[in-house]
């Protein structure tokens, strides 16, 4: 499914233009612009799955966030924006054959690290209030608590359960059990999972940060039904391998000026790992 068709650029002189018409006043930075005609990109053609290849400081988490800000699409974490981002988005256009479905959204690497950290920072208070809970029960256990007024009902509850209730299960009933813990692949993994529904463009930056090379290839199933059989339309920026082979993915490389449009086997940091493979062969051929 193809909700996002064509999106354009401003060109370099609309953008030298614009900027000599402020030249007169100090800015730290007028980023977004003067950052991808380095590359001489104007334009992206776009298909159900397309990905952005480059090294750091190619401009592909900024054509990303380009495209976020212009389409209005939800997003969990701040980003590095400047007063001119919307001067800039205002010189984009772009083509949809329909409307971009609600849901739609851009998914960072500072989205899934938030969602780890405040994982462990809900388990790290379950496990608090869990101590003071244990305390609470064997105080209670071992008290004679007598009601002298309806004020004191909370606390005669609590003296009931203890006496009644196992230490565990007093603490279930008075606590929710602990949010799972998964190593930092496995949050990553349900936070992919979790965010990305049917009938949505999805903009992915990095996704692969934090996933194993056998998450990665979790990953590159999973988004490759879900734009062959749910209607996804997916543009990524990646190094992954995995995930720049996917089957029909259009790969833009931004190292290339102009980028260029190339087959995954043809991209330097995928011949640089073949290369290396091909030269530890025999090793791999010894059971190593």
Known sequence: MIYLSRFTFPHVEREYDFLMSIKRTCYDTFYPFQVLPRHQLRMLDLEPVTILYGGNGSGKTTVLNIIAEKLGLTRDTPYNRSDFFEDYTGMCDFEAPGRIPKGSRIITSDD????????????????????ELFEEYLENKYSHFQMKSLEDYEQLKKSYMAHTKTQSKYIRNNLMDNVREHSNGESAWIYFTEKIKENGLYLLDEPENSLSPLKQQELMKFLEESARFFECQFIISTH????????GAKIYD????????????????IRAYFDFFKRHEDEFGRGY
């Open 240 to 247: 992954s391998p995995f995930l720049l082979g996917m089957r």
């Open 254 to 269: 931004m190292d290339e000026e102009p980028v260029d449009v190339k087959r995954w086997t043809e991209l330097e940091g």
């Open 112 to 131: 899934v690290f938030d969602f780890i950290l405040n994982l462990r920072s809900l388990n790290d208070g379950i496990e608090r209030k869990r101590g």
